[in-house]
């Protein structure tokens, strides 16, 4: 497990990479709710560094049907050079199918300097089945679909085999994803996913997401998670630099909710 230094700049004021991966308030009645997280941090001396990190999801949850919305927006730097500059944006919509079975469908944007990635979009959809149910602050949810990614580079690099200023592959998702109230005040949340890649057989990326809130007041939480993302071929960037295929993170923050 490598941790990569820029990347944990992004993630150190809230998280993805997913800031500490709280979650907004998921109530089925059909009403918009949103949660914003910010940070900052700031270190002078041996090492001068500024981290900010600004987080917002919404979502509407009926009986049938649950749609969310997210942001994020990181910027670093350390000793005078500007070591993250990652903004996301991505949306999903889940539909029952039956009381057991939903389908689903998602897009993401993503930019990521350290990641050499100037702009990556991903289109999947596929099916799930819930798992546990009767319970909104205790589910458990496994889908199964395929996907569409495109990434343009920043610069030049050697990718499976071939020079490349931009990649797209089509892949198989495959996720499972669950919610725990630890108690009245403690919420636990994970996801895992993998995908393969279709085009080129034999690379693969995944992720792992884990996080805890505790609620101070209504619409005030501390966060604490860790993330972990893997690519198996991130490529190499001309002239022969490469970049690491994992990048890990512990992060924590503070919420705000507004129900």
């Not at 004021?13 to 997913?18: E, L, V, W, Y």
């Not at 999801?57 to 500059?85: F, I, P, S």
Request: some cysteine; charged content about 20%; glycine content about 10%.
């Amino acid at each position: 497990m490598h941790f990569h230094a820029p990347f944990l700049v992004a993630c150190l004021a809230a998280g993805a990479c997913s800031t500490a991966w709280t979650q907004v308030t998921l109530k089925p009645d059909g009403q918009w709710r949103s949660l914003f997280t910010a940070g900052a941090n700031a270190t002078s001396g041996n090492s001068n560094t500024t981290q900010l990190n600004a987080v917002g999801e919404g979502a509407r949850v009926t009986e049938r049907d649950k749609l969310t919305v997210r942001g994020q927006a990181n910027y670093g730097q350390v000793n005078g050079a500007t070591a993250t500059q990652r903004y996301l944006l991505g949306s999903q919509y889940n539909r029952d199918i039956s009381r057991h079975s939903f389908y689903f469908g998602s897009a993401d944007l993503l930019r990521d300097r350290p990641a050499n990635i100037d702009l990556r979009y991903s289109l999947a959809a596929g099916v799930g089945r819930h798992m546990r149910l009767d319970d909104i602050d205790n589910t458990f949810d496994i889908s199964l679909g395929l996907g569409y990614t495109q990434d343009r580079y920043m610069r030049t690099v050697q990718l499976l085999g071939q020079t490349r200023t931009d990649y797209g592959r089509t892949e198989l998702v495959m996720s499972e994803e669950s919610n725990h109230k630890i108690s009245d005040t403690t919420k636990l949340r994970q996801r895992v996913a993998l995908f393969p890649n279709l085009t080129d057989r034999g690379a693969y990326r995944a992720l792992l997401d884990t996080g805890v809130s505790v609620a101070m007041t209504k619409s005030l939480s501390l966060t604490a998670g860790l993330s972990y993302r893997y690519d198996s071929d991130p490529g190499i960037g001309l002239p022969g630099v490469g970049l690491k295929k994992g990048d890990a993170a512990f992060v924590t923050g503070v919420s705000l909710r507004f129900d």
